[in-house]
């Protein structure tokens, strides 16, 4: 199951528009630092469930306790993945089914991503998201989960 969904998410990437911008990208014209501080504060109506984890300490001392990971998290309709910052972690998200909006903190407006796009969470980004769809979402992440986080149960 787990090689399926990575096939799925590999094939939704390769299909990602090639150019200075993506589709579910905020509006250059909404982009603004601060925009939104905060959101939902807890999970409703989402599962989240680590597909794989490779653990890179064996790529250096640089990498000591930091783990890769492929992430399945599924948002029923009106499911929430709650507010949540990209300090330390950073990730690709590629929803796989549905769609989904996204609240971030860099962005004046919502930004609803669609089956087949993929998100970057880069160091800096704080938001959240909700299905405010009737269908289930369906998003795969990869993210680096560095030591300090490894207990740390948000999304």
């Known amino acids: 199951m787990a090689i399926k969904i990575a096939k799925m998410a590999l094939a939704a990437a390769l299909f990602l528009p090639v150019g200075d911008a993506f589709a579910g990208e905020c509006p250059a014209d909404q982009v603004m630092a601060g925009a939104l501080s905060s959101g939902e504060t807890a999970p409703k109506g989402v599962?989240?469930?680590v597909l794989s984890a490779i653990d890179l300490s064996s790529k250096g001392d640089a990498w000591k306790g930091n783990m890769f990971r492929l992430r399945r998290l599924v948002v029923e309709a009106g499911g929430?993945?709650?507010?949540?910052?990209?300090?330390?972690r950073i990730a690709n998200i590629v929803v796989i089914e549905?769609?989904?909006t996204e609240y971030a903190s860099n962005c004046k407006v919502?930004?609803?991503h669609k089956a087949?796009?993929?998100?970057?969470e880069s160091i800096g980004l704080a938001h959240w998201w909700k299905n405010n769809t009737k269908k289930r979402a369906v998003l795969i992440s990869a993210d680096i989960l560095?030591?300090?986080m490894a207990d740390d149960k948000t999304m």
């Open 47 to 49: 599962t989240d469930e």
């Open 98 to 100: 549905g769609s989904i």
């Open 110 to 112: 919502p930004i609803v």
């Open 80 to 88: 929430v993945v709650p507010w949540h910052a990209h300090d330390a």
């Open 116 to 120: 087949g796009e993929a998100a970057p």
């Open 146 to 148: 560095p030591p300090a």
